[in-house]
Protein backbone atom coordinates (compact mmCIF):
# COMPACT_ATOMS: atom_id res chain seq x y z
CA UNK A 1 0.00 0.00 0.00
CA UNK A 2 2.91 2.00 0.50
CA UNK A 3 3.57 2.18 -3.52
CA UNK A 4 0.64 4.01 -3.78
CA UNK A 5 1.45 7.00 -1.50
CA UNK A 6 4.52 7.33 -3.23
CA UNK A 7 4.87 10.97 -4.70
CA UNK A 8 5.88 11.40 -8.44
CA UNK A 9 5.41 14.96 -10.06
CA UNK A 10 3.58 16.22 -7.18
CA UNK A 11 0.86 13.57 -6.69
CA UNK A 12 0.76 10.30 -5.34
CA UNK A 13 0.17 7.13 -7.81
CA UNK A 14 -3.16 6.76 -7.00
CA UNK A 15 -3.71 10.53 -7.51
CA UNK A 16 -2.70 9.69 -11.32
CA UNK A 17 -4.52 6.87 -11.96
CA UNK A 18 -8.07 8.27 -10.35
CA UNK A 19 -7.06 11.35 -12.95
CA UNK A 20 -6.32 8.70 -15.64
CA UNK A 21 -9.32 6.51 -15.26
CA UNK A 22 -11.19 9.57 -15.19
CA UNK A 23 -9.55 10.76 -18.45
CA UNK A 24 -10.63 7.14 -19.84
CA UNK A 25 -14.25 7.42 -19.30
CA UNK A 26 -14.40 10.78 -20.76
CA UNK A 27 -12.96 9.47 -23.74
CA UNK A 28 -15.29 6.63 -23.96
CA UNK A 29 -18.18 9.08 -24.01
CA UNK A 30 -16.72 11.62 -26.53
CA UNK A 31 -16.47 7.89 -28.78
CA UNK A 32 -19.72 6.92 -27.84
CA UNK A 33 -19.02 4.03 -26.54
CA UNK A 34 -20.22 4.67 -23.27
CA UNK A 35 -23.78 6.52 -22.99
CA UNK A 36 -23.83 10.19 -21.27
CA UNK A 37 -26.33 9.18 -19.02
CA UNK A 38 -27.57 9.93 -15.44
CA UNK A 39 -25.19 6.82 -14.25
CA UNK A 40 -22.33 7.78 -16.14
CA UNK A 41 -22.75 12.08 -14.41
CA UNK A 42 -23.22 10.12 -11.35
CA UNK A 43 -19.98 8.03 -11.42
CA UNK A 44 -17.66 10.90 -12.96
CA UNK A 45 -18.81 13.07 -10.03
CA UNK A 46 -18.15 10.46 -7.54
CA UNK A 47 -15.06 9.94 -9.31
CA UNK A 48 -14.43 13.72 -8.67
CA UNK A 49 -14.58 13.96 -5.06
CA UNK A 50 -12.31 10.76 -4.58
CA UNK A 51 -9.68 12.44 -6.83
CA UNK A 52 -10.30 15.55 -4.78
CA UNK A 53 -9.96 13.89 -1.04
CA UNK A 54 -6.51 12.39 -2.70
CA UNK A 55 -4.85 15.44 -4.05
CA UNK A 56 -5.98 17.24 -0.57
CA UNK A 57 -4.31 14.16 1.64
CA UNK A 58 -1.24 14.80 -0.78
CA UNK A 59 -1.10 18.28 -0.09
CA UNK A 60 -1.44 17.51 3.38
CA UNK A 61 1.64 14.72 3.44
CA UNK A 62 3.66 17.57 1.24
CA UNK A 63 3.28 19.80 4.46
CA UNK A 64 4.59 17.27 7.14
Given at each position: MKILSKMFAGQSLISWG??????????????????????????????LLLIYASLSRDGKQRTK
Open positions: LQLILIYIAWQVADQHIENNLWTITGVAVL
